[in-house]
């Protein structure tokens, strides 16, 4: 199957600091790119979906100045947390598929460990 | 709006004993289901999924799933565990109002295999 990587795999990182996680597919081309977050124990939940070259779309009550999604190539998108507080500290997973529209398989990244101190 | 329930917080099994992992779904359109498996701290992968034609979808490591419409359920069944399916197991959903373009999961079903 189709390969997504993340990094960095963990971050720790002071309260106040932006951090940015990085989401590529690796032998296929992604038109749309997704970043969930997944809190203890929990499950996974949608923040936005990203499509290439244009502005992310975002989930109701995700906050779009504070979650930057940037997905400037078919192949990387990228998720900054700007500000970052504790409560941000999360598992935040990527998940990339190469069609737009109609169903196409969602290939997830190995996430990303943020806490935030 | 699309939903995913997943009763089973916790599944606590023998080796080689079979399981049932129980999820339910709420849509008023056609939907496709899907169940992923999540290793701690790893990405999810895809355990089966089903789109259309046949209920009863078969998926990689001996487990399958039958998909019913009248109780609008999508059990996941595997007649014989091993210690190495020890995982959190997800239920997802995706329906025509989305476009089947996202994905709505379920909280989790923690299987514990013990010997």
């Known amino acids: ?16 600091t932006s951090v940015k996680i990085e989401c590529r597919s690796l032998d296929f081309q992604a038109t ?6 997944q809190f203890p124990k929990q499950s996974l939940m949608l923040m936005a979906t990203s499509n290439e070259g244009s502005k992310a779309t975002y989930e109701q009550g995700v906050e779009k100045d504070k979650f930057l999604i940037n997905h400037a190539s078919l192949t990387l998108s990228t998720l900054t947390v700007t500000s970052a507080h504790p409560e ?7 998940s990339a598929r190469d069609k737009q529209g109609g169903y196409n398989e969602q290939f997830f990244g190995p996430g990303t460990r943020l806490t935030v101190l | 709006a699309q939903s995913v329930t997943q009763l089973d917080s916790q599944v606590p099994v023998f080796e080689e004993a079979p399981v049932e992992l129980r999820c339910n779904y709420s849509s008023s359109v056609s939907v496709y289901l899907f169940w992923y498996v999540q290793y701690p701290n790893q990405g999810l992968q895809l355990l089966l999924k089903y789109l259309s034609g046949s209920t ?8 399958e799933a039958e998909f019913n419409k009248s109780q609008t359920s999508f059990h996941l069944r595997k007649p014989s565990v091993h210690i190495s399916d020890t995982a959190e197991y997800f239920c997802a959903v995706s329906d025509r109002s989305s476009g089947y373009s996202t994905l709505t999961f379920g909280k989790g079903t923690m299987l514990l295999v013990s010997p």
Request: one cysteine or more; hydrophobic letters at 40%; a positive charge.
């Open chain 1, 1 to 16: 199957g189709a390969v997504v990587s993340q990094h960095p795999s963990w971050v720790i990182c002071k309260s106040g």
């Open chain 1, 32 to 37: 749309t790119m997704f970043w969930y977050r």
């Open chain 1, 88 to 94: 941000d500290s999360s598992f935040y997973i990527c």
């Open chain 2, 56 to 63: 009863l979808v078969k998926g990689i490591n001996g487990f």
